[in-house]
Every structure is written in structure tokens, then in C-alpha cells.
């Protein structure tokens, strides 16, 4: 793609960098073929290049900002485009810099600032969040739809953890959402680790991955929680510290993609980067760390008969290049996995996507449980606790992390 970006941007990195993301796209449009929105509208401007020459010409100076805007809010960010592209096109690095653009071009309107300033207080705070939910809770029949649709619910008693005790260790990520809606599911993961000779480790310190702020435009907030993650969990990585850990663990696929991007965002940090290209290079989807462990091992085979459709979430199969090995492992430890028609494209729920488009979102929500349900499965499984509650919302059967289900069958000690 031919660019005339302004000397002045192309002056800066992060104009270069948006100049050779452009240039590498060839136009094929094999993109749209598989992009959820483009499915869903039909417009060239809902579809990954019809986005790619709107963030072009809002560079170059020549774009619509309200228009821009308007198609670039309606990407999920899904990432499946990259997978698709024959030219490696980094699309998702080009919209980060496109929405930021967009942003200091094009004033919002006051309702959509204010409730993205308050999802900004809001959800990456475990303890404002808590509140929050409870009081939106008591409130639910008074609240739009959309946000009725979008508390979680009550969060289950969970049992105690499991005492470290082994000499292999991993940091386990507790996350801002799920730490408050599915505590469960981190508790499900000590207990299988536990059993495989692993100690998982909570960080008291730590809080939100910065993904939140990231995707609503707000990089500088995004990169202060990257720098407060990294000095919360910089004294595990020491080398000569008991409590030394091998990995940094996430049981939601959105917050490990972003963590292995921290290399990215705080490249040019000249405090960070080089502990951000260390954190990236030791964190792990749970996944990544099962599959290569004895997990059948410690599975009742008698308990694990059970037809499961699994949800591959976008941030694990696109953005974090996993697919198939949450089934592999399922299928190590004999669960029945169900066909899954269309099971590259995204669910809707995309961060805070379906509260700003719950058209599309609900639209997206329901052809992925018709899919999903078409087995007759017993019970649905993600990866990913934001995929994990939009599914929960209208699913006719529970939806739950694949993590549990394996918690659900440990062999009886």
C-alpha cells in the first residue's frame, strides 16, 4: 500500500512504525473474509481493510474523524484477520495507533466519555469493582439493559488454597474482573497445579494488566499498570530468591496476551523495557504450562465423561497463536469435545465491546451459542473470564473455565 504520511509523523516512532505496518498490506481482502463485523454488516468499512485505509487516511490527514471513529469502535479486535493475512500484516498495532489518533482528533460525546472515564475507575480496581458489582446488583431492574446484561454475578465461597510446598513455583495472576467474579476459577488451577508438583503463588501487589486502558485508548494509564505489575513481581524472577518462581501463569487468555506484549508497550521505557521483554518471555497461558505435565495422570477417567463444547477465545487462538491445545489436553484426559461450527470467529464480548455495541455484541453472543449448543453439549467451556460471563448471560447450559472441569475430576487423594 502506497503511504504520504506528514514528515513530522514519520519523524516519530510511532509513525514509522504505522508506515511499515501499511505499506506491508497488499489489499487481497482475505482479511474480511473471516472478520466477524464485516460477516455481520457487509460494509468495507466494517472489514480489517477497509479500517486499515481509514486509519491511513486519518494519518495522512485526509479522513472523517467522526467516520473513522464510528468503524474503528465496531472492530473486536480479534486479531483474526492476522491470523488470516498472507502479508503478516499487524493489525492490531496499527488500530492501537489509529484509535489513538481518532482520539485526540475527535471529542466524543459526554455520555460515552463519562462512561468510559467510570469503567476506567472502575474495573481494573478489584476493590472499587466488588463494590460496584454489589451495588449494581441491588439496583440491576433500574439500570439499561445493556449494563444489567454486563454485572457479574454473585462470586461463589471458595476453599482454601493449597500451601506452598514445592520447589517448582509460578506466579498466578489474579486479575481485576475475575478475581471479583470467578474467583474460583484461580483456586480450580492451584489445586490441579498442586497435584502436579507445583506451588502457585498469588501477588498481593499485583492488579489490572493494563488491557482495559489499552484497548479504550488510555496507553499512559495502561503503561502505569505494566510498570506496577512488573515491580510487584520483579523479586520473584531472582534468580537467587527461595521464592523464585519458572512462570508467570494467566488462566484469562485477554490479560496473558497482554502481559506478553508488555515487550511492546514499554519498549522505548528506558527503565522497564528490558524487565518488560523478561516478563513477556516468562508468562504463560495455563495451557502452555498443562500440556506439557502428566494431566491425565491426576484426572478420574470415571468423572471426566462429559460432552464439552470449548469456546477458543480470540486472545487465545489469534492473539496468543494457541489453538487446540486447551482440546488436546481435554482429550488427554478423555472428555468428550463436541464439533464447533465457526469456531475461529469471536463471541462478542471483546473487553467492554459489548457495552458499547451491544447490537453487534448480542448479534455475535447468539451465533456463537448456537454453535456452540448444536452438540447438546452438558457444559460449555472458555478460557477467558470476559468471554466466560457474555456466554453465561443466555447460555441454556453452564458455561465454565476448561480449568474447572479438570479441578472437578482430581483423582480423590
Given at each position: 500500500?502506497?503511504?504520504?504520511?506528514?514528515?513530522?509523523?514519520?519523524?516519530?516512532?510511532?509513525g514509522?512504525?504505522?508506515?511499515?505496518?501499511l505499506?506491508?498490506?497488499?489489499?487481497?481482502?482475505f482479511?474480511?473474509?473471516?472478520c466477524?463485523?464485516?460477516?455481520?454488516?457487509?460494509?468495507?468499512?466494517?472489514?480489517?481493510?477497509?479500517?486499515?485505509?481509514?486509519?491511513?487516511?486519518?494519518?495522512e490527514?485526509?479522513?472523517?474523524?467522526?467516520?473513522a471513529?464510528?468503524?474503528?469502535?465496531?472492530?473486536?479486535?480479534?486479531?483474526?484477520?492476522?491470523?488470516?493475512?498472507?502479508?503478516?500484516?499487524?493489525y492490531?498495532r496499527?488500530?492501537?495507533?489509529?484509535?489513538?489518533?481518532?482520539?485526540?482528533?475527535?471529542?466524543?460525546?459526554?455520555?460515552e466519555?463519562?462512561?468510559?472515564?467510570?469503567?476506567?475507575?472502575?474495573?481494573?480496581f478489584?476493590?472499587?469493582?466488588?463494590?460496584?458489582?454489589?451495588?449494581?446488583?441491588?439496583?440491576?431492574?433500574?439500570?439499561?439493559?445493556?449494563?444489567?446484561?454486563?454485572?457479574?454475578?454473585r462470586?461463589?465461597a471458595?476453599?482454601?488454597?493449597?500451601?506452598?510446598?514445592?520447589?517448582?513455583?509460578?506466579?498466578?495472576?489474579?486479575?481485576?474482573?475475575?478475581?471479583?467474579?470467578?474467583?474460583?476459577?484461580?483456586l480450580?488451577?492451584?489445586?490441579?497445579?498442586?497435584?502436579?508438583?507445583?506451588?502457585?503463588?498469588?501477588?498481593?501487589?499485583?492488579?489490572c494488566?493494563?488491557?482495559?486502558?489499552q484497548?479504550?485508548?488510555?496507553?499512559?494509564?495502561?503503561?502505569?499498570?505494566?510498570?506496577?505489575?512488573?515491580?510487584a513481581?520483579?523479586?520473584?524472577?531472582?534468580?537467587?530468591?527461595?521464592?523464585?518462581?519458572?512462570?508467570?501463569?494467566?488462566?484469562?487468555?485477554?490479560?496473558?496476551?497482554?502481559?506478553?506484549?508488555?515487550?511492546?508497550?514499554?519498549?522505548?521505557?528506558k527503565?522497564?523495557?528490558?524487565?518488560?521483554?523478561?516478563?513477556s518471555?516468562?508468562?504463560?497461558?495455563?495451557?502452555?504450562?498443562?500440556?506439557?505435565e502428566?494431566?491425565?495422570?491426576?484426572?478420574?477417567?470415571?468423572?471426566?465423561?462429559?460432552?464439552?463444547?470449548?469456546?477458543?477465545?480470540?486472545?487465545?487462538?489469534?492473539?496468543?497463536?494457541?489453538?487446540?491445545?486447551?482440546?488436546?489436553?481435554?482429550?488427554?484426559?478423555?472428555?468428550?469435545?463436541?464439533?464447533v461450527?465457526?469456531?475461529?470467529?469471536?463471541?462478542?464480548?471483546a473487553?467492554?465491546?459489548?457495552?458499547?455495541?451491544?447490537?453487534?455484541?448480542?448479534?455475535?453472543?447468539?451465533?456463537?451459542?448456537?454453535?456452540?449448543?448444536?452438540?447438546?453439549?452438558?457444559?460449555?467451556?472458555?478460557?477467558?473470564?470476559?468471554?466466560?460471563?457474555?456466554?453465561?448471560?443466555?447460555?441454556?447450559?453452564?458455561?465454565?473455565?476448561?480449568i474447572?472441569?479438570?479441578?472437578?475430576?482430581?483423582?480423590?487423594?
Amino acid at each position: 500500500m502506497q503511504t504520504r504520511l506528514p514528515v513530522e509523523l514519520l519523524s516519530t516512532e510511532q509513525g514509522r512504525e504505522a508506515n511499515t505496518i501499511l505499506r506491508r498490506c497488499v489489499h487481497c481482502g482475505f482479511c474480511n473474509a473471516t472478520c466477524p463485523t464485516y460477516q455481520l454488516q457487509n460494509d468495507e468499512l466494517d472489514g480489517p481493510r477497509g479500517r486499515i485505509y481509514l486509519i491511513k487516511q486519518l494519518l495522512e490527514g485526509s479522513a472523517d474523524g467522526d467516520v473513522a471513529r464510528e468503524h474503528l469502535d465496531r472492530c473486536l479486535t480479534c486479531r483474526n484477520c492476522e491470523t488470516t493475512c498472507p502479508s503478516g500484516v499487524e493489525y492490531n498495532r496499527l488500530l492501537d495507533i489509529g484509535r489513538e489518533h481518532v482520539e485526540n482528533l475527535v471529542r466524543r460525546p459526554l455520555s460515552e466519555r463519562l462512561l468510559r472515564w467510570l469503567l476506567l475507575q472502575l474495573v481494573p480496581f478489584p476493590k472499587r469493582f466488588a463494590v460496584g458489582a454489589r451495588m449494581a446488583r441491588s439496583v440491576r431492574g433500574l439500570l439499561p439493559k445493556v449494563l444489567r446484561k454486563a454485572i457479574p454475578p454473585r462470586a461463589v465461597a471458595v476453599e482454601q488454597w493449597p500451601a506452598v510446598r514445592h520447589a517448582r513455583r509460578v506466579l498466578l495472576l489474579d486479575g481485576c474482573v475475575q478475581s471479583v467474579a470467578a474467583p474460583e476459577i484461580n483456586l480450580a488451577t492451584a489445586r490441579v497445579l498442586d497435584r502436579l508438583g507445583i506451588s502457585a503463588i498469588q501477588i498481593p501487589d499485583g492488579g489490572c494488566c493494563g488491557a482495559l486502558n489499552q484497548h479504550l485508548s488510555s496507553a499512559e494509564s495502561a503503561a502505569a499498570f505494566m510498570r506496577r505489575n512488573i515491580d510487584a513481581w520483579w523479586p520473584y524472577l531472582d534468580g537467587y530468591s527461595q521464592n523464585r518462581v519458572e512462570a508467570i501463569v494467566s488462566t484469562a487468555s485477554a490479560c496473558g496476551l497482554q502481559v506478553k506484549d508488555y515487550a511492546h508497550y514499554l519498549r522505548f521505557d528506558k527503565d522497564y523495557a528490558e524487565k518488560a521483554v523478561k516478563i513477556s518471555g516468562l508468562v504463560k497461558d495455563v495451557s502452555e504450562l498443562l500440556v506439557a505435565e502428566p494431566v491425565a495422570s491426576v484426572i478420574s477417567v470415571a468423572g471426566s465423561q462429559a460432552r464439552i463444547a470449548f469456546h477458543a477465545p480470540c486472545t487465545l487462538q489469534h492473539g496468543q497463536r494457541l489453538s487446540g491445545v486447551v482440546e488436546s489436553i481435554l482429550s488427554r484426559c478423555e472428555f468428550e469435545l463436541v464439533a464447533v461450527k465457526d469456531s475461529h470467529l469471536c463471541c462478542g464480548a471483546a473487553g467492554t465491546y459489548s457495552i458499547f455495541q451491544p447490537v453487534l455484541a448480542g448479534q455475535l453472543q447468539s451465533n456463537k451459542l448456537a454453535a456452540l449448543q448444536a452438540g447438546s453439549p452438558a457444559v460449555i467451556a472458555s478460557a477467558n473470564i470476559g468471554c466466560l460471563l457474555h456466554l453465561q448471560q443466555d447460555a441454556d447450559v453452564p458455561v465454565k473455565h476448561w480449568i474447572e472441569l479438570l479441578a472437578d475430576c482430581l483423582v480423590p487423594q
